[in-house]
């Protein structure tokens, strides 16, 4: 039986300030070494499992190490085996680029451990993050009325904003979700986890410009209304993944109210480009949408976890999620104090709003505002790029930050499965190269290149140069 310990004696599981503030200033030593020395490195690295297993795979220790051993290691064998999301040259997927203020509010609020499901339980942070909610509430326009919560990212938003359509619509038995051929697969995840059955879970198909049908829409709910199906919720995008597309939101948010649909947008990566005149005019209507889901993790450069729920009417979330357990009665304060545990499916919740904050208390609007425009611009400057060479062609124009393209020379007639390996081999030799990191997704059937342009820190000498190496590869791989 162990002794009980003695006071003023450190825990087994407490350091000294003096170890404490060493293993500190290490950690933010090799963060900022890695940062600084970023540009120069690779932006992906990866390892199988069959190569990992032997540096990873162990027993716990039954005793300790020392802890700047740990740290050492962690830093050289685990961390940089990834995809450097935040590099100049990550163009996959969609980037990530935090700023330094962001990543050390992660840092402050993980040594408060603050827990924020309850206002009794964080006070401080819970007003802070209404005030930054409410910045967001102005941006989109939405009125006071508007509400929301931070979550992990969009998938959790966008489910929290089901649960409020479901409830709001009454449930029905047999409820339909639509949502267009190039929305995200979280959208029909988060769908099916709230009860919708996967063949009530409808997609609409994009026109040309890979947008959603409206009279596609208007005919297919028309038919599930008459066949006895109940519509709760149209889901919208405001940038899709694959292209940047933006359906048009006025038009949906008209036809919504007609027939007495909840209007959710998907804006988990496009939605804080309404902070530039070119976003705000793409978004058109997006302030009558029902719910909205926004990630600052991808276009207010913050660190993961960032995402966010907007809510027009707030009391829509909070009448759809609010319990009030016999263990839970100190924490009811009245209409003025709310819980965030009250607004979606966490009641643990960290304190993700003072990243937001102390980046923008830092830095201020107007240089997000230019972060977040340099994006946009630099994917139209990719798309002239590619519009006047002879080696790689425009797939679909550049929307927001996104630009898609294959290598198809003008001047060689080359068959579609020809082209189909060219890009893939390029894809390839661009990343195994260090070139850069990029992803591809399928346009009209066709496999196609694709840059998503959003971190602050790219220049149009990495997109340009990038191109030109694809031009280079492509030649290389169709004459060679």
Partial sequence: MTSPKEDGVLSELQMSPDQMLDLARRAAELV???IHELPGEAAWRGGSR???EPLMREDPPEEGRPAMEVLERAAREILPVAGRVDHPRFFAFVPSSPTWPGVLADFMAAGHNIFQGTWLGASGPSQLEVVVLDWFRDWIGYPETAGGLFTSGGSAASLDGFVAAR????HPERATVYMSDQSHTALSRAATIVGIRPHCVREVKSDAQFRMDMA???RMIAEDRAAGFSPIAICANAGTTNTGAVDPLADIADYCEAEGIWLHVDAAYGGFAILTDTGKALFRGLERADSIAMDAHKWLFQPFEAGCLMVKDVRKLEEAFSVHPEYLQDTQWGTDHPNFGDRGLQLSRSFRALKVWMSIQTFGMAAFRRAVGNGIELAAQADAYIRASTTIQIANPASLGIVCFRVNPVDMDVDVETLERVNKAVQARIIGENVAMMSSTRLRGLYSLRLCILNHTTTWTDV???LETIE?????????
């Fill in 32 to 34: 900022v070494q890695r």
């Fill in 50 to 52: 069959s190569e990992l």
């Fill in 167 to 170: 409830e709001a619509a009454g």
């Fill in 216 to 218: 596609e829409l208007r």
């Fill in 464 to 466: 340009r140069e990038t």
């Fill in 472 to 480: 280079r590869f492509g030649r290389e791989a169709l004459e060679g």
